[in-house]
């Protein structure tokens, strides 16, 4: 498992709701915790790790030891309140930061790992960061709510990233799009 980058299409791919959590799952989140804090991150969405599940986690401490290690599965938001505008970055642009307008706080019903339902309203970081990863799982990276002047500033550094995949996609180490799909279509067979 690792973290892929922008232009990859499982970054665009609306996730599946998850119906089977199992001991695959489980060891799956435990994966994705590790691969967060070793980028030093506070959220990772399934997609991120090429993965086609309704699914992230948070610690937005993003240190392992440190604070709580929230898993939400088949995430639903609703009652977004007030507006608010931040720098935001991401594990699949690493390094590229923008500004990003969301909603100040947001109610929020999910699944934890234990398959129990839970929900919360959150406010602050909590609230910014559950509606980056909910718009992963849309297949919305956190640059589709930039403006183009925003995006302008930026676009050099999105350029390398184009770059970088294309190489990839050349020498074979990232498959094309009908091997990409057919390994996500493999998984949602076994947990959707
Ligand atoms: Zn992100």
Known sequence: MEIISL??????????????????????VQEMFE?????????????????????????TTAKKGDGEELVFI????????????????????????GP?????SIHVDAYGIDGKPFSADLSGM???VVQHETDHLDGVMFTDRMNQYELA?????????EIEFRSKRADGSIPDDVAVFARLADFESQFC
């Not at 990003?100 to 100040?104: E, L, S, T």
């Not at 500033?153 to 990233?161: G, K, N, V």
């Open 7 to 28: 232009p990859h299409p499982t970054l665009r791919y609306k996730s599946k709701p998850v119906k089977r959590i199992n001991a695959e799952l489980r060891a799956i």
């Open 35 to 59: 691969l967060m804090y070793e980028a030093n991150g506070i959220g990772l969405a399934a997609n991120q790790v090429d993965l086609p599940l309704r699914l992230f986690v948070v610690n």
């Open 74 to 97: 088949n995430p639903v938001l609703t009652r977004g309140k007030g507006r608010e505008t931040a720098e935001e970055g991401c594990l699949s642009l690493a390094g590229i930061y």
């Open 100 to 104: 990003v307008a969301r909603y100040k």
């Open 126 to 128: 909590m609230a910014r």
């Open 153 to 161: 500033e930026i676009e050099a550094e999105l350029e390398e990233f």
